[in-house]
């Protein structure tokens, strides 16, 4: 078995290679809208797809666990059937996920994120582990913030904070990862005027917090030009991704963490 993913094994399976796994991937998604352009899974898929590829490429090093297919959506809600969780459950999850991993002597976590608002939550699931529980976890994205030279290599001419969700970015990956989840009528972002126009900058260094996307950001639920998307660019894209993910498991691999529980 080249490759170790949850989904495919039997216990039996899991336990002859134990032994050998040092990092837990879990793989964070949401269930929320993305405009006329690709389906609600969008994010579980883009991050499940892509740890089970760098699970490919890092062999018996990593084991990759099912995704967590809810996340934190609440500014999608104005939109049908998206569906959010409150900040203290998705946290509770990642941590008690994170720890049922380590319960078996893995010894370290790497949550695979593909939707932006989950990072709050993610940040405090990594300090909880660290705090309360002595465990070393990190968290990674999946998109665009890992590719050297950023995302106007493959789009030029993208505008700062006009891509991320439902663009041509996400589009591409979808096209690459699973295509079935694409419609082929894709439509342009309509983007709307509010405080939250410029999020980039609305608080420097930071997010812009709790908005409404449908009234603030976009009407159809879409950033970007999806239109402007190919499975070539996505593949691309997404190999990029992977080699920096392939390299950061073995930094996280070699890295010596002091113990520095703090509360019981």
Known sequence: MDRLILEDMIWPEVAEVLPEIKVALI?????????PNTTFVTDTVRAYRIAKLL??????????FPPITYGISSHHMDFPC??????????????DTALSAVHYGIDKVLFVNAHGGNKPCLMSAVQILKQEHDVTAFWTPVGSELLEGGIQKYFPGI????FGHAC???TAQCMYLRPDIVREHREKGINQTSIFTDRTAFVPGGGPGVWNWKHDVTLNGALGDARKATAEIGEAMTNEVLDYLERLVDKIID??????????
Do not use: D, W
């Open 27 to 35: 793989p964070v998604g949401s269930c929320e809208q993305h405009g």
């Open 82 to 95: 998206s569906a959010t969780l409150r900040v203290s459950t998705l946290t509770a999850v990642l941590v």
């Open 55 to 64: 699970a490919g490429r890092c062999g018996h090093k990593v084991i990759c």
């Open 255 to 264: 890295y010596k963490p002091t113990p520095e529980k703090l509360f019981k």
């Open 159 to 162: 505008q700062p904070g006009n």
């Open 168 to 170: 041509e970015m996400e």
